[in-house]
């Protein structure tokens, strides 16, 4: 597992150079999910294969950028599902991006999933790791990831990150998201998943939702790159996740490229969403 968390390192090291170096237009190619590329996505996509295909316990990697999965060694017992360079559409707005990583063994869901990375690309690069607890590690000028401290969640918190557009939500959502904001949170959200996951984290808890919604009724989230890498993380931190009814931990998907519903927060704040969805 070291050498998976030092690959993810290097990649991070030479990502953040691309973002602050590169050009951050468009392409002209779509990925699997049928969005249009950055050309720094498919660039941070090269360089995760690259650091990833010298890493002998690595048995193949799945990109979201990519519709294949790419075999790294046969004798390899991990798999890794990866998000190269989540919300890479908020680079031209100078907002915080993040790369997204888990670790699985034998399928790529939530029950064989042994451990979840994800690195934050903002005014300092920052990587944050579930193994045995969730750790939190700062980039440093000798270009050395130092440790800054382990990741708790309180039991509820104040921060409301709201995903998806408003006029799009069911009834029920709506009248959920309010009695989380009657109960006193503030609204945070960039509209990247991985800086606003990381503020819940750090900020001691709240709720992340990106529901069902009427352009979206499997949710936009992707279950192997995203939701089972935060899923893991938040559970490891003393929090939770579900899809609205289920531990998000439990779902199986039934392709790789799949997504669905997702709640990540507080435990008093899980649980209200499972009541309101009863
Ligand atoms: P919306 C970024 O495109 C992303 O995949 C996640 O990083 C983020 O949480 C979500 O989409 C934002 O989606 O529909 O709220 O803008």
Redesign the pocket.
């Known amino acids: 597992m070291v050498e998976i968390f030092d690959a993810i390192k290097k990649s991070a090291i030479r990502i953040k150079w691309l973002i602050e170096n590169e050009d951050t237009g468009y392409s002209q190619n779509i990925n699997a999910t049928g ?1 249009t590329q950055l050309k720094l996505d498919i660039k941070s996509d090269l360089v995760i294969e690259e650091e990833f295909r010298k890493i002998s316990s690595v048995k193949e990697i799945i990109s979201e950028e990519k519709e294949e999965k790419t075999p790294i060694y046969e004798n390899g017992k991990y798999l890794v599902g990866y ?1 190269p360079l ?5 680079l031209d707005v100078n907002f915080s991006v ?1 790369s997204i990583f888990g670790i699985y063994k034998g399928e790529y869901d939530g029950a064989h999933m042994v451990a979840a990375v994800y690195v934050i690309y903002g005014p300092v690069t920052q990587m944050v790791t579930a193994y045995e607890d969730v750790g939190m590690y700062k980039l440093n000028s000798d270009g050395d990831f130092a440790f800054i401290k382990s990741l708790e969640l309180n039991q509820s918190g104040a921060i409301n990150a709201t ?3 408003h006029s799009n939500w069911s009834k029920k959502h709506h009248e959920m998201i309010e009695k989380i904001y009657s109960k006193g949170h503030r609204l945070r ?1 960039s ?4 800086p ?1 996951l990381h503020q819940i984290l750090l900020k001691g808890g709240g709720l ?1 939702s ?1 529901p069902s919604t009427s352009d ?1 009724p499997e949710g ?3 279950m192997v790159f ?1 939701v089972f890498p935060f899923a893991f993380i938040y559970e490891k931190a003393g929090g939770g996740a579900t899809n609205g009814k289920k531990r998000i931990l439990d779902l199986k998907p039934s392709h790789p490229h799949d997504t669905t519903p997702c709640y990540f927060g507080s435990k008093d704040e899980i649980d209200l969403v499972l009541k309101h969805n009863e």
């Open positions: 969005d998000d989540d919300g890479s559409s908020l993040g995903g998806g557009t959200y509209g990247g998943m991985v606003d992340f990106y979206r936009k989230l992707r995203e």
